[in-house]
């Protein structure tokens, strides 16, 4: 530990000097980059820092009770034990960070859900997903922004996109992309027939204009007349956007703002966004579409989780984890789950490493 310490307080210097470089201050993506790097050795350093400090405090206690009469042994004995305890909770803080880091570690996220599998059941059942998601954020204090949004003629989403911001995001939400099935009777079955329906959900890490670039040249801008609900300026005026990455053929259209500016910047953080990891996949030689990836294909029999409705019950297939608490869930307490699965995350990237 002592030689990763001294390794990691080196290069921890050494990214200082060059962060005060000029060329590397007038290089954005350079600096960003280097500047994460910095605040993640900081954090590591720290931690290694308090443990060498533990261990040292255990070898001096050591000593001193060799040497200490019975009365003060016992006293000694105590604070060994209890120094031993938070070096063993150190040890687990060192491991954990030292293990790699996730590309998109502290990003912000974009999330798309989607009616799959059940009609305008399963649009109904995006927007339970989307008033979900709405709550949890609220919870987590996390800032919220509508991107954009398709009702269906039940008052549901056939697809419905917003963005998330705060600490943890992409820690927490990237497992909530997939497919998720619902079980219940819907509003319009007049049987009281119980039918099962999906609905998808995309999440992607939002980029940052310094990680990627689009070139004007390469997009495709047009723009249209809003439909839906929207206020005096749908079918009135050109403010709906469309814009289509040519290279990519990846196409993102915004509708919802009154301004055609407002809504080519929200279409243009979309497309970033997808782009970048786009790219991330391909570095990472996985499939090159990460959104069928994550949605599959949105069949009923595909799930990464499901809610039942008679029976007040959540499955997370992941984890092979079930509690009776759907209400709750639906109404934005995801904490039990969304522990469940970082914990269940890191704990395999330990064993991982282990080995």
Same mark, same amino acid.
């Given at each position: 530990?002592l030689?990763?310490?001294?390794?990691?307080?080196?290069?921890?210097?050494e990214?200082e000097?060059?962060?005060?470089?000029?060329t590397?201050?007038?290089?954005n993506?350079k600096?960003?980059?280097?500047?994460?790097r910095?605040?993640?050795l900081?954090?590591?350093?720290e931690?290694?820092?308090?443990?060498?400090?533990?261990?040292?405090?255990?070898g001096?206690?050591?000593?001193?009770?060799?040497?200490?009469?019975a009365s003060?042994?016992?006293?000694?004995?105590s604070?060994? #034990?209890? *120094?031993q305890k938070?070096?063993?909770q150190l040890?687990d803080?060192w491991? +954990?960070?030292?293990?790699p !880091? @996730?590309p $998109?570690?502290?990003?912000?996220v974009?999330i798309?859900?989607r009616?799959?599998?059940g009609?305008?059941?399963a649009?109904?059942?995006?927007?339970?997903?989307f008033e979900?998601?709405k709550?949890?954020?609220?919870?987590?204090?996390?800032k919220f922004?509508l991107?954009?949004?398709?009702?269906?003629?039940?008052?549901?989403?056939?697809?419905?996109?917003?963005?998330?911001?705060?600490?943890?995001?992409?820690t927490?939400?990237?497992f909530?992309?997939?497919p998720?099935?619902v079980q219940?009777?819907?509003v319009?079955?007049s049987?009281?027939?119980?039918?099962? #329906?999906? *609905?998808t959900v995309t999440?992607?890490p939002?980029?940052?204009?310094?990680? +990627?670039?689009?070139?004007? !040249? @390469?997009l $495709?801008?047009?723009?249209?007349?809003?439909?839906?609900?929207g206020?005096?300026h749908?079918?009135k005026?050109?403010?709906?956007v469309?814009?289509?990455?040519?290279?990519?053929?990846?196409?993102?259209?915004?509708?919802?703002e009154?301004?055609?500016?407002?809504n080519?910047?929200r279409?243009?953080?979309?497309l970033?966004?997808?782009?970048?990891?786009?790219q991330?996949?391909?570095?990472?030689?996985?499939?090159s579409?990460?959104?069928?990836?994550q949605t599959?294909?949105?069949?009923?029999s595909?799930?990464?989780r499901?809610?039942?409705f008679?029976?007040n019950?959540?499955?997370?297939?992941?984890?092979?984890?079930?509690?009776?608490?759907?209400?709750?869930?639906?109404?934005?307490?995801?904490?039990?789950v969304?522990?469940?699965?970082?914990?269940?995350?890191r704990?395999?990237?330990?064993?991982?490493?282990?080995?």
């Amino acid at each position: 530990m002592l030689e990763q310490l001294d390794s990691l307080l080196s290069e921890h210097s050494e990214l200082e000097a060059r962060m005060s470089d000029p060329t590397i201050i007038a290089d954005n993506k350079k600096f960003v980059e280097l500047t994460r790097r910095y605040s993640d050795l900081s954090e590591i350093i720290e931690v290694g820092k308090k443990l060498q400090g533990k261990l040292d405090d255990v070898g001096a206690l050591s000593e001193m009770i060799s040497e200490a009469d019975a009365s003060e042994a016992e006293e000694l004995r105590s604070e060994e #034990s209890q *120094a031993q305890k938070e070096i063993e909770q150190l040890e687990d803080q060192w491991r +954990l960070l030292l293990l790699p !880091k @996730d590309p $998109n570690e502290g990003k912000n996220v974009i999330i798309e859900i989607r009616g799959a599998e059940g009609g305008d059941e399963a649009n109904l059942f995006a927007r339970d997903l989307f008033e979900m998601y709405k709550a949890y954020a609220q919870s987590q204090k996390w800032k919220f922004e509508l991107l954009a949004a398709n009702v269906s003629d039940m008052g549901g989403y056939t697809d419905v996109t917003f963005a998330l911001q705060g600490k943890s995001v992409w820690t927490r939400m990237k497992f909530e992309a997939g497919p998720h099935r619902v079980q219940r009777v819907p509003v319009t079955e007049s049987q009281g027939r119980v039918h099962t #329906s999906s *609905a998808t959900v995309t999440v992607i890490p939002e980029a940052e204009e310094v990680e +990627l670039v689009i070139n004007p !040249k @390469d997009l $495709n801008y047009a723009t249209f007349r809003a439909s839906g609900a929207g206020g005096q300026h749908v079918n009135k005026t050109d403010s709906a956007v469309r814009l289509t990455h040519l290279p990519s053929g990846l196409v993102v259209s915004m509708q919802d703002e009154k301004s055609q500016l407002q809504n080519k910047e929200r279409a243009l953080k979309v497309l970033r966004s997808r782009l970048l990891q786009h790219q991330q996949d391909e570095a990472q030689k996985e499939a090159s579409d990460a959104r069928r990836d994550q949605t599959g294909g949105g069949g009923r029999s595909e799930k990464i989780r499901t809610y039942n409705f008679k029976e007040n019950r959540v499955t997370e297939h992941r984890l092979g984890l079930t509690l009776y608490k759907l209400d709750k869930v639906l109404a934005g307490e995801l904490d039990e789950v969304s522990d469940a699965l970082v914990q269940d995350e890191r704990t395999k990237q330990l064993q991982a490493a282990e080995n």
